[in-house]
């Protein structure tokens, strides 16, 4: 990786610097079979340090309050070195009926539970305050005003620095950054999921409003290290995912396929090219990799040094058309699929 400093970009008018990456945590605890990682963060963490990556992202809906508490444990004697980011508002519980285990996930917006959960958060992450606090899904039945508000509140409480929202659309933008200013919104957005584009990321450029993507690889098919079902863990959630099933797979394989002859004509990697093309949609989009050991986060990182021309950025455009990806990224009714369209 050349011997520059990492890439800073300044999101909201409200002026929250972080490095042009950020890393999420999500993978060290849950979701992806790899349920030991959460071992090795410390380590990632240092390393992320190390090349200028000090931004992270987790949630308390992650194990759930598991991953919260692992990188509380990873931050303990450094916090003040990251700009930390959590997340609230998916509630998940688990029961018991008949011998069988079961979840259910409810979204939950209420100004009262708002300030319970970043109460609850900072005591699990060992810290005072947040440098940035989202809410992770929208909840349909609390005017997001309201919930909006009471974010406002805990900033100027001292708690929290900047707010955002996650996955909602353009009219509950507007609205709840006329109650009070969003830093960034939060939303899937890679080279297989393009559809922010058509109305989110213009109100964003509008607005003066940063744009937080994640799953910028596809939730990993776009490294091109997924070549088929067994590339997955039994546990792994992936394997719910319409986009990694039967002809979906088949589909969305050959493109990646593209991608990779492509990454190798430029002697990059598809995961730092599929990375590199977020990063030249705008000074304002900051992705949200999701590495979870040293090497993945070293590939990932030096995607912000790579260099398009415009002939290479329409190149991509032509093998990753918006809808190419076949398949539904999320298994329905799940709590991920509960996007805002307002």
Known sequence: MPERSFPTRTLGQQGLVVPAMGLGCMGFTEFY???????????????????????????????????ELAVGA????RRDQFVLSTKFGVVRSSSAEQGKSSEKVNLCGRPDYVKQACEAS????????????????????????ETVGAMGELVQEGKVRYIALCEVGPDTIRRAHSTFP??????????????????????????????????????????????????????DWRRSSPRFQGDNFTKNLQVVDKIKELAAEQNITPAQLAIAWILAQGDFIVPLQGATDTTQLGENAAAAFVEFQSDHLQMIDAICPKGIASGSGWPEGSAGSKVDKG
């Open 33 to 67: 079979g790899n349920n030991t990682a959460a071992s090795d963060l410390p380590g990632v963490l240092s390393r992320a340090l190390e090349l200028g990556i000090n931004f992270i992202d987790t949630s308390d809906a992650y194990g759930p309050h598991r991953n």
């Open 182 to 235: 969003l830093s960034l919104v939060h939303a899937e957005y890679s080279l297989w999921s393009r559809a922010p584009e058509d109305q989110v990321i213009p109100v964003l450029r509008e607005l003066g409003i940063g744009f937080l993507p994640y799953s910028p690889l596809g939730r990993g098919f776009l490294t091109g290290a997924i070549t088929s079902e067994d590339d997955l863990a039994p546990d």
């Open 122 to 145: 900072l005591e699990r992450l060992g810290t005072d305050y947040l440098d940035l606090y989202i809410q992770h899904r929208l909840d349909p039945d609390v005017p997001v005003e």
């Open 74 to 77: 990873a931050l303990a004697g």
